[in-house]
């Protein structure tokens, strides 16, 4: 059983839809983190929250919002999404504040595909 | 600037065969971890080892192997007799130890798809 878990792991949306991926942690880190991994591109880091507050922002498009209402529970609120934005999106999370190197471990992914 | 390279974009092995899958890393940093997670179809990146820059000793878990060399900025990893279910997609990722970053910034290489045919 992983430590992080995702909500739903596959979603088929609209472009008009509005949606939103839940994440959990249960490993009782201080970080969590929001990755996108689209077909045959590298891994990219969308958000980072250190405890609940957004310390990163990788100049991603405000038609995703993120929440992070307390240390265990991160959110993606989808909204007015494009075909390009199908992708795999990675919930993450880490101990942070214990140092750096900490290891970051991964949920199992929610397939997005914009239709 | 702190990047990881692994150069092997995909390799086909029959099973039982070993398999080797490179990283080469770059970072001015004297003090780092380096770390490998695997992905498979279904997508979780599962987390495999993490190594600071101060420990070169190999190790060694199961099937699995990493040799880290720091001469060549090498973190290396061998799967000995593979099996089906080691198919998946291999990433070794770079982190700072002395953060500019109020958290833990991973660099990810590209990975290398591995495929191991019965």
């Known amino acids: 059983e992983t430590g992080v878990t995702q909500t739903p792991r596959h979603l088929v949306m609209g472009m008009t839809n509005k949606k939103s991926l839940k994440c959990e942690q249960h490993?009782?880190?201080?970080?969590m983190y929001w990755y996108k991994q689209s077909a045959k591109k590298p891994l990219e880091l969308m958000f980072v929250?250190?405890?609940?507050?957004?310390?990163e922002n990788n100049s991603v498009p405000s038609r995703f919002s993120p929440e992070c209402p307390n240390s265990s529970h991160l959110f993606l609120h989808l909204h007015t999404l494009q075909p390009e934005d199908s992708a795999l999106y990675l919930c993450a999370s880490s101990q942070d504040l214990q140092g750096a190197g900490n290891t970051i471990y991964f949920g199992e992914g929610s397939w997005l595909t914009v239709v | 600037a702190q990047k990881v390279t692994q150069a092997q974009t995909e390799i086909s092995v029959v099973e039982k065969e070993d398999v080797t899958l490179d990283c080469v890393y770059e970072?001015?940093?004297?003090?780092?971890?380096l770390f490998w997670y695997k992905q498979p179809p279904s997508g979780e990146l599962v987390f495999l080892i993490r190594?600071?820059?101060?420990?070169?000793q190999n190790e060694i878990s199961g099937r699995y192997s990493w040799n880290f060399q720091k001469s060549t900025s090498s973190f290396n990893f061998t799967i000995t007799a593979s099996q089906v279910v080691d198919s998946a997609v291999y990433f070794c990722a770079l982190s700072e130890a002395l953060r500019k970053t109020s958290y833990d910034k991973v660099i990810f290489g590209p990975g290398t798809s591995l495929s191991v045919i019965p």
């Open positions: 929250y250190s405890l609940e507050e957004r310390v």
């Open positions: 490993l009782g880190h201080n970080a």
């Open positions: 970072t001015r940093d004297t003090t780092y971890y």
């Open positions: 190594r600071n820059s101060f420990d070169e």
